[in-house]
């Protein structure tokens, strides 16, 4: 609790940096530097030089000495000879002398023990100066304020900015660029200063802005922090561009800044900007009679001032005040510098931007004219503090603006009062003192104890000094504070103190924010470490406040002391005693004795000791001095402390109780040979394995402070049970009741203790329920044992006083049975539930049966509501003990899993009437059950027989897999029993339906969902019900879908390919050809139903009448048999367009699908199902029947391709075709039918599709299409040509001409030998085909001619000609 020395960073490579800064001088041995730079030695050369060299100033130590010192093989100071500033983040640290700078930066590292440390390493060495002989002079760095929203207070970036003895003002990046160059005045730069907005403490301060001093010989320059901000956000954005790009430049906004010449002051050397401050009334008429006298007149408003206060000599301290708008700021061109890391050029103009574009000479010729500096504008010195012997150092401004700490030479420190313009304090003996100033806010625990608590946090301000030339670092507190703390530090240290905090922050973008900042810090240069003073608040506090001061060092000192976890509990004990004993103040005491019993390490025979110590000593007191809260608290831990002793006693103790067998417990015995395989098959799923830590495992003992968190003690002496997590009521239920649930700890003494402790009955009874359904699979492992113990305790409980009301009338429901009942209705455990409730329904109707006795009369009423109840409820946990079985069966390999649903009565109830039906169909989605086997079981269910035929299959391998399907068959069937309403067929296939088109929709790519969903839909025998869900399908999921895909192929004009699908329509282009095949047959679906729906009655939905009392959503039924009907010929307008695009893609065929139809056909397409639209009616344009009779042309051949199959076309047979895919046998005949839908001739697609089957060799189906032809003549003339190319190839272009057919050749007639060499037989796609097809083909081609035909006597010609091939061959 006193002041402290924290190392927050250490320096790395300080070797490296003093070389780089020194290496102009004479070097060392190596050795002896490497001595100098690990040892810590003391030697008395070290200060003895010091004293020598008598008045040399920090600065002016020459070089000469440092090179001395350094030879003789020690650090020597040479800190004290550079420029150093340290970032208020601490993450940037600049060391530079005359024209060189080291820039070091944050960097985390883990140490030997592994611990995170941040360390300062070089991040960037080089030579700052641009001019010759200019030295650095000064450097501030200021981290710059994120802009983005997301931001907590950590800088964006950090600015270092360095004046020069020439004058300029350079900022830099953190990485040594140089943003923008200023020549201001020019004179040498003394001093850099920056001032950050704070968030003002108090409504009456006024809020200041933000700027940047820079202090010259006889001038101050203040730049507006806002316009600073803004230009160096623009001139990096630019270097960055330029090293990416060499981009255009871009004009920042120029600097807006004010320069004022200080006059009446003989010489300055430091200064402060203390901001802008109004005079009182009484001040400014003060003012004004002393300035103008007696007659002088005053302005109504005081006038806004900022305050400068200057030091060096003659006066020492010079006070300035500039009244706000008597200059006006002066804009400077920013002189923009361009270092690109690309080109290592570096552009800097004094006045005006460089463009990229000028030529060399005018670059040079801008470069050498030198900036116009503006005049500065005169202040005169307001007042002083006249001291002719006197001259002032440094000034160091306090974070409150009100005071500030001056160094002269003289070695004093003085401190002044900047409003009344005075010094309040001076201290001697301080030569070559550094100041700084540390903040203090009130701790928050500190204001609850302070008469002040509701009004802003305190803060306490102290002025920290070092004292380098006695190597001490002392802490001041203000104004007139005693000295709080002193440490000796070594001489050579830097205190390095910012005095502000990030730049860019104002009262909108600082909310929330959490400025990361160090206000004071001590660097050492010998070891490298960085250091901050930690001050608590107390110290500022009087001496009256100290007692309280040493109770919260107390409090502290236990609070170590406990997190310690290997002290012995002896040591614990007595020192916490000691501890408690010696608190003074009551609410500290209270907090002492609070966090002792919330740690884990203390034993309870410990606590029970100390608490007891403590009450003692209370009750020895005069009962008026005793904090009664304390003294409450002590005798309540004392009682809860006790009873947590008794029972862990109970349940240590070997002994335990006979249980008495009663005969009520026969009932249930019969109850649980009824559920017995049930639960048997339960229990086999249940224990599912999954990663649970020990201190959670129910069998971990409680600790006593977890009993004494979870109790607390009423004002009447009763105790009250807090339920907090869920894993710490099963913690204390365990704790309490498990050993006797198992039979180890005596019951009725165990009920006894808890009940004279003065625990309500009915937070025991939920504490022991919860115990029992938590530990499920323990219970039914002896389901028989824990079921007596359990009804013996519930017994117990209920004769409890205040359990059962002594006023209950039987003829109403009693509220402790109904507690019982609710917990089992909610539980998941199903199967400890249904135990529970057996044992509770017993324990019920003994009671009632007992309670009508004493009464002498029958209640006849008040059994049957409570016990009917009680019915009801056992009813409903057997159906949910089934129900639960069958979806804790795990899914075969593959299938598509997830994690079993949990179901409970609550959850079923609140489910809805389809609540039942959902759960199932998820699970026969988990397990991947196909649609027909899923009507295979159903079907069973209605009829037995058939189960018992269908039994005995499989081989030796599959049995145990037949087995489990078989008796997950078995599990379904059973529920299906239990649910005849819920589950009937038509529900649970609409739910499946529903299920896999809603796992569709989430993954589009598995296709086959969507197939099982339109097949689940095929199942459902009412027409209302399939109406219903595929008009939602649609509407829901489909649509959307569809009209991207119809869109997209009109764009493209052809079936698009894989990246475009995916694209536009969410899925690959497979999927996409599976999806419209679905459509097709969902809206065949659509219009079937539809046209049904008229001959048959609308089926009714019930529910089974334990499950009456359902609340939720409607089922998908009854959603499905409220949607209205839909408009026939839009469904069957949907479907065509559905097949055409179907056909597309199944074929790859090119055609705009929409182009097919006229402006009333694509303006009805994708409207709302159930709305009548404008149908296309009557003949159609010639130009689109045969844009689609072209498409269905290209369709058949399309399907004429895919079928032919090589090793099949030589066989004599057709080889059957398969049901699905593009070689389906029902192509043709779909084509056909939209043919007919959209007015396209039929016949001539059947001709083309003979000729197409003629032309890829399939003659067998060809001949079969033909009988069904109706026009022959024109068939037979395209044949023709078709034989005649088969001709022309096996005789001219044949690669094997024989001798023979050179011979037939010149036999044949003329006519017919010239008409073959026309023949162009490449058009075929099959010319090898066998004579004997070719010679059947003519023959048919000679009965289809009439004779009169122009072309038969070439028919004859080709049938010899083939005939005289045949023997040929």
């Given at each position: 609790m006193?002041?402290?020395?924290l190392?927050f960073?250490?320096?790395?490579?300080?070797?490296?940096?003093?070389?780089?800064?020194?290496?102009?001088?004479k070097?060392?041995?190596?050795?002896?530097?490497t001595?100098?730079?690990?040892?810590?030695?003391?030697d008395?050369?070290?200060?003895?030089?010091?004293?020598?060299?008598?008045?040399?100033k920090?600065?002016?130590?020459?070089?000469?000495?440092?090179?001395?010192?350094?030879?003789?093989g020690?650090?020597?100071?040479?800190?004290?000879?550079?420029?150093?500033s340290?970032?208020?983040?601490?993450?940037?640290?600049?060391?530079?002398?005359?024209h060189?700078?080291?820039?070091?930066?944050?960097k985390?590292?883990?140490?030997?023990?592994?611990?995170?440390?941040?360390?300062?390493?070089?991040?960037w060495t080089g030579t700052?100066?641009?001019?010759?002989g200019?030295?650095?002079s000064?450097?501030?760095?200021?981290?710059?304020?994120?802009?983005?929203?997301?931001?907590?207070?950590?800088?964006?970036?950090?600015?270092?900015?360095?004046?020069?003895?020439?004058g300029?003002?350079r900022?830099?990046?953190?990485?040594?660029?140089?943003?923008?160059?200023?020549?201001?005045?020019?004179?040498?730069?003394?001093r850099?200063k920056?001032?950050?907005?704070?968030?003002?403490?108090?409504?009456?301060?006024?809020?200041?802005?933000?700027?940047?001093?820079?202090?010259?010989?006889?001038?101050?320059?203040?730049?507006?922090?806002?316009?600073?901000?803004?230009?160096?956000?623009?001139c990096?954005?630019?270097?960055?561009?330029?090293?990416?790009?060499?981009?255009?430049?871009?004009q920042?906004?120029?600097?807006?800044?004010?320069?004022?010449g200080?006059?009446?002051?003989?010489?300055?050397?430091?200064?402060?900007?203390?901001?802008?401050?109004?005079?009182?009334?009484f001040?400014?008429?003060?003012?004004?009679?002393i300035?103008?006298?007696?007659?002088a007149s005053?302005?109504?408003?005081?006038?806004?001032?900022?305050?400068?206060?200057?030091?060096?000599?003659?006066?020492?301290t010079?006070?300035?005040?500039?009244v706000?708008?008597?200059?006006?700021?002066?804009l400077?061109?920013v002189?923009?510098?361009?270092?690109?890391?690309?080109?290592?050029?570096?552009?800097?103009?004094?006045?005006?931007?460089?463009?990229?574009?000028?030529?060399?000479h005018?670059?040079?010729?801008?470069?050498k004219?030198?900036?116009?500096?503006?005049?500065?504008t005169?202040?005169?010195?307001?007042?002083?503090?006249?001291?002719?012997?006197?001259?002032?150092?440094?000034?160091c401004?306090?974070?409150?603006n009100?005071l500030?700490?001056?160094?002269?030479?003289?070695?004093r420190?003085?401190?002044?009062?900047?409003?009344?313009?005075?010094?309040?304090r001076?201290?001697k003996?301080?030569?070559?003192?550094?100041l700084?100033?540390?903040?203090?806010?009130?701790e928050?625990?500190?204001?609850?104890?302070?008469?002040?608590?509701?009004?802003?946090?305190?803060h306490a301000?102290?002025?920290?000094?070092?004292?380098?030339?006695r190597g001490?670092?002392?802490?001041?507190?203000?104004?007139?504070?005693?000295?709080?703390?002193?440490?000796?530090?070594?001489?050579?240290?830097?205190?390095?103190?910012?005095?502000?905090?990030?730049?860019?922050?104002?009262?909108?973008?600082?909310?929330?924010?959490?400025?990361?900042?160090?206000?004071?810090?001590?660097?050492?240069?010998?070891?490298?470490?960085?250091?901050?003073?930690?001050?608590?608040?107390?110290?500022?506090?009087?001496?009256?406040?100290?007692?309280?001061?040493?109770?919260?060092?107390?409090?502290?000192r236990?609070?170590?002391?406990?997190?310690s976890?290997e002290?012995?509990?002896?040591?614990?004990?007595?020192?916490?005693?000691?501890?408690l004993?010696?608190?003074?103040?009551?609410?500290?005491?209270?907090q002492?004795?609070?966090?002792?019993?919330?740690?884990?390490?203390?034993?309870?025979?410990?606590?029970?000791?100390?608490?007891?110590?403590?009450?003692?000593?209370?009750?020895?007191?005069?009962?008026e001095?005793?904090?009664?809260?304390?003294?409450?608290?002590?005798?309540?831990?004392?009682?809860l402390?006790?009873?947590?002793?008794?029972?862990?006693?109970?349940h240590?103790?070997?002994?335990?109780?006979?249980?008495?067998?009663?005969?009520?417990?026969?009932g249930?015995?019969?109850?649980?040979?009824r559920?017995?395989?049930?639960?048997?098959?339960y229990a086999?799923?249940t224990?599912?394995?999954?990663?649970?830590?020990?201190?959670?495992?129910?069998?971990?003992?409680?600790?006593?402070?977890?009993?004494?968190?979870?109790?607390?003690?009423?004002?009447s002496?009763?105790?009250?049970?807090?339920?907090?997590?869920?894993?710490?009521?099963?913690q204390?239920?365990?704790?309490?009741?498990?050993?006797?649930?198992?039979?180890?700890?005596?019951?009725?003494?165990?009920?006894d203790?808890?009940?004279?402790?003065?625990?309500?009955?009915?937070?025991?009874?939920?504490?022991?329920?919860?115990?029992?359904l938590?530990r499920?699979?323990?219970?039914?492992?002896?389901?028989?044992?824990?079921?007596?113990?359990l009804?013996?305790?519930?017994?117990?409980?209920?004769?409890?006083?205040?359990?059962?009301?002594?006023?209950?009338?039987?003829?109403?429901v009693?509220?402790?049975?109904q507690?019982?009942?609710?917990?089992?209705?909610?539980s998941h455990n199903?199967?400890?539930?249904?135990?529970?409730?057996?044992?509770a329904?017993r324990?019920?109707?003994?009671?009632?049966?007992?309670?009508?006795?004493?009464k002498?009369q029958?209640?006849?009423e008040?059994?049957?509501?409570?016990?009917?109840?009680?019915?009801?409820?056992?009813?409903?946990?057997?159906?949910?003990?089934v129900l639960?079985?069958?979806?804790?069966?795990?899914?075969?390999?593959?299938?598509?899993?997830?994690?079993?649903?949990?179901?409970?009565?609550?959850?079923?109830?609140?489910?809805?009437?389809?609540?039942?039906?959902?759960s199932?169909?998820?699970?026969v989605?988990?397990?991947?059950?196909?649609?027909?086997?899923?009507k295979?079981?159903?079907?069973?269910?209605?009829?037995k027989?058939?189960e018992?035929k269908?039994?005995?299959?499989?081989?030796?391998?599959?049995?145990?897999?037949?087995?489990?399907?078989?008796?997950?068959?078995?599990?379904?069937?059973?529920?299906?029993?239990?649910f005849p309403?819920?589950?009937?067929?038509?529900l649970?296939?609409a739910?499946?339906?529903?299920?896999?088109v809603?796992?569709?929709?989430k993954?589009?790519?598995?296709?086959?969902?969507?197939?099982?969903?339109?097949?689940?839909l095929?199942?459902?025998?009412?027409?209302?019900?399939?109406?219903?869900?595929?008009?939602?399908?649609?509407?829901?999921?489909?649509?959307?879908?569809?009209?991207a895909?119809?869109?997209?192929?009109?764009?493209?004009?052809k079936?698009?390919?894989?990246?475009l699908c995916?694209?536009?329509?969410?899925?690959?282009?497979k999927?996409?050809?599976s999806?419209?095949?679905?459509?097709?047959?969902?809206?065949?679906?659509?219009?079937?139903?539809?046209?049904?729906?008229?001959?048959?009655s609308?089926?009714?939905?019930?529910?089974?009448?334990?499950?009456?009392?359902?609340e939720?959503p409607?089922?998908?039924?009854?959603?499905?048999l409220?949607q209205?009907?839909?408009?026939?010929?839009?469904?069957?307008h949907?479907?065509?367009?559905?097949?055409?695009?179907?056909a597309?893609?199944?074929?790859?065929?090119?055609?705009k699908p929409?182009?097919?139809?006229?402006?009333k056909?694509?303006?009805?397409?994708?409207?709302?199902?159930?709305?009548?639209?404008?149908?296309?009616?009557?003949?159609?344009d010639?130009?689109?029947?045969?844009?689609?009779?072209?498409?269905?042309?290209?369709m058949?051949?399309?399907?004429?391709?895919?079928?032919?199959d090589?090793?099949?076309?030589?066989?004599a047979?057709?080889?059957?075709?398969?049901?699905?895919?593009?070689?389906?046998?029902?192509?043709?005949?779909?084509?056909?039918?939209?043919?007919?839908?959209?007015?396209?001739?039929?016949?001539?697609l059947?001709?083309?599709?003979?000729?197409?089957l003629y032309?890829?060799?399939?003659?067998?189906r060809?001949e079969?299409?033909?009988?069904?032809?109706?026009?022959?003549?024109?068939?037979?003339?395209?044949?023709?040509?078709?034989?005649?190319?088969r001709?022309?190839?096996?005789?001219?272009?044949?690669?094997?001409?024989?001798?023979?057919?050179?011979?037939?050749?010149?036999?044949?007639?003329?006519?017919?030998?010239?008409?073959?060499?026309?023949?162009?037989?490449?058009?075929?796609?099959?010319?090898?085909?066998?004579?004997?097809?070719?010679?059947?083909?003519?023959?048919?081609?000679?009965?289809i001619l009439?004779?009169?035909?122009?072309?038969?006597s070439?028919?004859?010609?080709?049938?010899?000609?083939?005939?005289?091939?045949?023997?040929?061959d």
């Amino acid at each position: 609790m006193s002041c402290s020395l924290l190392e927050f960073c250490r320096l790395q490579e300080l070797k490296t940096v003093r070389d780089f800064l020194f290496n102009s001088q004479k070097t060392e041995p190596v050795e002896e530097k490497t001595q100098s730079d690990n040892e810590l030695s003391w030697d008395t050369s070290d200060w003895e030089s010091a004293w020598d060299s008598g008045d040399n100033k920090e600065e002016e130590a020459t070089s000469a000495t440092v090179a001395e010192e350094e030879t003789t093989g020690k650090s020597g100071p040479w800190l004290q000879d550079c420029v150093v500033s340290l970032s208020p983040c601490s993450d940037l640290l600049v060391v530079a002398r005359e024209h060189k700078a080291v820039f070091l930066s944050a960097k985390w590292r883990t140490d030997d023990s592994g611990r995170e440390e941040m360390t300062l390493a070089v991040s960037w060495t080089g030579t700052l100066s641009t001019e010759e002989g200019e030295c650095v002079s000064s450097s501030i760095c200021i981290p710059l304020a994120s802009q983005k929203r997301s931001s907590t207070g950590r800088p964006d970036w950090t600015c270092v900015v360095v004046g020069f003895t020439s004058g300029h003002v350079r900022f830099y990046t953190e990485n040594g660029v140089l943003l923008l160059a200023q020549l201001l005045h020019e004179d040498p730069v003394l001093r850099l200063k920056c001032r950050t907005y704070e968030i003002p403490r108090h409504p009456g301060v006024t809020e200041q802005h933000e700027e940047l001093s820079i202090l010259y010989p006889a001038a101050l320059v203040t730049i507006d922090g806002f316009s600073l901000f803004q230009s160096l956000r623009a001139c990096r954005n630019q270097v960055a561009r330029a090293a990416a790009a060499g981009s255009d430049v871009i004009q920042p906004p120029p600097l807006a800044y004010k320069k004022w010449g200080l006059q009446d002051m003989d010489t300055i050397v430091d200064h402060s900007s203390v901001g802008v401050m109004t005079l009182c009334v009484f001040d400014q008429m003060k003012n004004a009679s002393i300035l103008g006298g007696f007659n002088a007149s005053v302005k109504g408003s005081p006038p806004a001032m900022s305050q400068y206060i200057t030091v060096g000599g003659g006066p020492y301290t010079g006070f300035y005040y500039a009244v706000e708008g008597s200059s006006q700021p002066l804009l400077s061109h920013v002189a923009l510098a361009v270092a690109s890391k690309l080109t290592s050029a570096l552009f800097s103009a004094a006045s005006g931007w460089l463009g990229w574009n000028k030529n060399k000479h005018e670059e040079e010729a801008v470069q050498k004219q030198k900036p116009k500096v503006e005049p500065a504008t005169p202040l005169g010195i307001r007042f002083g503090l006249p001291d002719s012997r006197r001259h002032g150092e440094s000034i160091c401004l306090s974070p409150c603006n009100i005071l500030a700490g001056v160094t002269d030479d003289f070695g004093r420190v003085t401190l002044l009062d900047l409003a009344r313009g005075i010094t309040i304090r001076m201290w001697k003996g301080y030569r070559d003192a550094q100041l700084g100033w540390l903040q203090v806010p009130e701790e928050r625990g500190d204001r609850e104890f302070s008469p002040s608590a509701s009004l802003p946090r305190r803060h306490a301000l102290f002025l920290v000094i070092y004292a380098p030339r006695r190597g001490i670092l002392e802490i001041w507190a203000m104004q007139q504070g005693p000295r709080v703390g002193a440490f000796t530090v070594g001489k050579h240290c830097r205190l390095l103190y910012a005095g502000y905090r990030l730049m860019g922050v104002n009262s909108v973008t600082s909310q929330g924010w959490q400025l990361h900042t160090q206000q004071v810090c001590l660097l050492d240069p010998i070891t490298g470490a960085l250091r901050t003073v930690n001050i608590p608040f107390h110290l500022a506090l009087s001496d009256k406040k100290s007692e309280r001061a040493k109770d919260m060092h107390l409090l502290k000192r236990l609070t170590t002391l406990l997190r310690s976890r290997e002290v012995e509990p002896d040591i614990l004990e007595s020192e916490a005693k000691s501890v408690l004993l010696d608190i003074k103040h009551p609410a500290i005491k209270k907090q002492a004795l609070e966090s002792l019993l919330a740690n884990k390490n203390a034993p309870v025979s410990c606590l029970t000791n100390i608490t007891c110590t403590l009450y003692d000593t209370l009750k020895q007191q005069d009962p008026e001095e005793v904090d009664t809260d304390l003294l409450q608290l002590c005798s309540s831990q004392l009682k809860l402390l006790q009873l947590y002793t008794d029972i862990q006693q109970l349940h240590s103790a070997a002994g335990t109780e006979a249980c008495s067998e009663d005969d009520s417990l026969e009932g249930i015995k019969d109850d649980l040979s009824r559920v017995g395989p049930t639960l048997q098959r339960y229990a086999q799923f249940t224990p599912r394995p999954s990663v649970s830590f020990v201190q959670d495992s129910p069998d971990s003992p409680l600790p006593p402070q977890a009993f004494l968190s979870q109790m607390e003690c009423t004002e009447s002496g009763e105790l009250k049970v807090i339920r907090r997590s869920e894993t710490e009521w099963n913690q204390l239920g365990n704790f309490l009741f498990w050993g006797c649930l198992c039979g180890k700890s005596p019951l009725h003494k165990v009920c006894d203790t808890l009940q004279q402790a003065g625990i309500s009955p009915q937070q025991l009874l939920s504490l022991l329920l919860n115990v029992w359904l938590q530990r499920e699979k323990e219970v039914l492992q002896k389901s028989e044992e824990t079921v007596r113990n359990l009804h013996t305790l519930l017994i117990a409980l209920s004769n409890m006083k205040g359990a059962v009301e002594e006023s209950w009338d039987p003829q109403s429901v009693s509220p402790w049975w109904q507690q019982v009942r609710s917990t089992c209705i909610q539980s998941h455990n199903a199967a400890a539930a249904l135990l529970a409730a057996f044992v509770a329904h017993r324990a019920a109707k003994a009671s009632i049966t007992s309670h009508a006795d004493s009464k002498l009369q029958s209640e006849w009423e008040a059994v049957s509501l409570e016990l009917e109840q009680w019915v009801v409820c056992v009813r409903q946990l057997e159906d949910v003990l089934v129900l639960q079985t069958l979806l804790l069966v795990p899914p075969p390999q593959g299938a598509a899993g997830g994690a079993a649903a949990q179901c409970s009565i609550k959850t079923l109830l609140e489910g809805g009437t389809g609540g039942i039906a959902d759960s199932v169909s998820k699970w026969v989605f988990r397990h991947s059950l196909a649609p027909e086997r899923l009507k295979e079981i159903l079907q069973k269910r209605e009829d037995k027989e058939a189960e018992q035929k269908a039994g005995g299959e499989g081989n030796d391998e599959k049995q145990q897999s037949q087995k489990d399907t078989d008796r997950t068959a078995e599990l379904l069937v059973a529920v299906c029993q239990r649910f005849p309403h819920s589950l009937s067929p038509d529900l649970l296939f609409a739910h499946c339906c529903w299920e896999y088109v809603v796992q569709w929709n989430k993954d589009p790519e598995e296709g086959q969902y969507l197939c099982w969903a339109v097949e689940h839909l095929k199942l459902v025998s009412s027409p209302h019900i399939q109406l219903g869900i595929s008009a939602m399908m649609w509407s829901t999921f489909i649509v959307k879908r569809f009209s991207a895909a119809a869109f997209l192929m009109e764009k493209v004009g052809k079936a698009p390919k894989d990246r475009l699908c995916r694209r536009d329509v969410g899925m690959g282009d497979k999927a996409v050809t599976s999806f419209l095949g679905c459509c097709v047959q969902l809206l065949q679906i659509l219009m079937e139903s539809d046209s049904a729906v008229e001959e048959v009655s609308a089926p009714e939905l019930s529910v089974e009448e334990v499950w009456c009392g359902a609340e939720g959503p409607a089922s998908i039924a009854e959603l499905a048999l409220e949607q209205r009907g839909v408009h026939y010929p839009l469904v069957q307008h949907h479907c065509l367009l559905a097949s055409l695009l179907h056909a597309t893609m199944t074929f790859s065929l090119k055609v705009k699908p929409l182009s097919l139809f006229d402006s009333k056909g694509k303006n009805a397409f994708f409207r709302d199902l159930t709305t009548i639209q404008l149908m296309p009616s009557g003949d159609m344009d010639p130009g689109l029947v045969s844009l689609r009779q072209e498409f269905l042309l290209r369709m058949l051949t399309g399907w004429v391709q895919a079928i032919d199959d090589p090793s099949s076309s030589s066989s004599a047979g057709c080889p059957p075709l398969p049901s699905s895919g593009p070689k389906a046998d029902w192509w043709p005949s779909l084509c056909l039918e939209l043919g007919s839908l959209l007015q396209v001739n039929p016949d001539i697609l059947r001709r083309h599709l003979v000729c197409e089957l003629y032309n890829q060799g399939l003659d067998l189906r060809a001949e079969e299409v033909m009988l069904e032809v109706e026009d022959k003549d024109v068939l037979g003339s395209q044949l023709l040509v078709l034989t005649g190319q088969r001709l022309s190839y096996s005789l001219l272009h044949s690669q094997s001409q024989t001798q023979a057919a050179m011979e037939l050749l010149a036999r044949l007639p003329p006519t017919l030998c010239t008409w073959l060499k026309a023949m162009d037989p490449s058009e075929l796609r099959c010319p090898l085909v066998p004579l004997s097809q070719t010679s059947r083909l003519v023959s048919r081609l000679i009965e289809i001619l009439p004779e009169n035909h122009a072309q038969y006597s070439l028919a004859l010609h080709l049938l010899e000609a083939v005939e005289a091939l045949t023997t040929e061959d």
